[in-house]
């Protein structure tokens, strides 16, 4: 189904819950490039991984949101790698952040224990707020 109208406008109702509460610039990230990859590949389910992989390039997940992120790029190791590479993903937070970065948005986050936190416990306590705000505002 596609998730922009003729226009190239997103279709709200289309994208995912995340998405609908995020950014114009993101939704158009996401939309546009799932419609060109549902074109090419006739996959839906790659045409979604597609999707998200070109939004994680420019924005972070921050709570039940996407947000830009300071600098483009890969988030993670498997975003690093491409479609073929089997590394785990940090699913939308910015691994590749530097650790204060991810200590602010911990804070934001209001996630506990963050002060004596190395970088990779950070990004994992950050996937697991953001997942726990994701099924709070889908509960609204």
């Known amino acids: 189904m596609p998730k922009t109208t003729k226009s190239g406008r997103p279709i709200a109702e289309e994208l995912p819950s995340t998405l609908e509460r995020s950014g114009d610039k ?3 990230t996401f939309a546009k490039t799932y419609d060109s990859a549902a074109e090419q590949y006739s996959d839906e389910q790659r045409a979604h991984q597609t999707a998200f992989a070109a939004l994680k390039h420019t924005h972070e997940k921050v709570g039940d949101h996407w947000e830009p ?3 483009a790029g890969p988030s993670d190791a498997q975003a690093e790698g491409g479609r073929d590479t089997d590394r785990p993903t940090a699913g939308g ?3 590749n952040a530097s650790k204060k970065h ?3 948005l911990a804070r934001r986050l209001d996630v ?3 002060s004596t936190m190395t970088k990779a416990e ?3 306590a950050l996937q697991k707020a953001n ?3 994701s ?3 889908r509960k609204r």
Request: net charge neutral; hydrophobic share 35%.
């Open 122 to 124: 950070l990004v994992e």
């Open 102 to 104: 991810l200590y602010e």
């Open 69 to 71: 992120k300071e600098s």
């Open 131 to 133: 997942d726990r705000h």
């Open 112 to 114: 506990k224990g963050r």
């Open 93 to 95: 937070v910015d691994a």
């Open 26 to 28: 993101a939704q158009r």
């Open 135 to 137: 099924a709070q505002a």
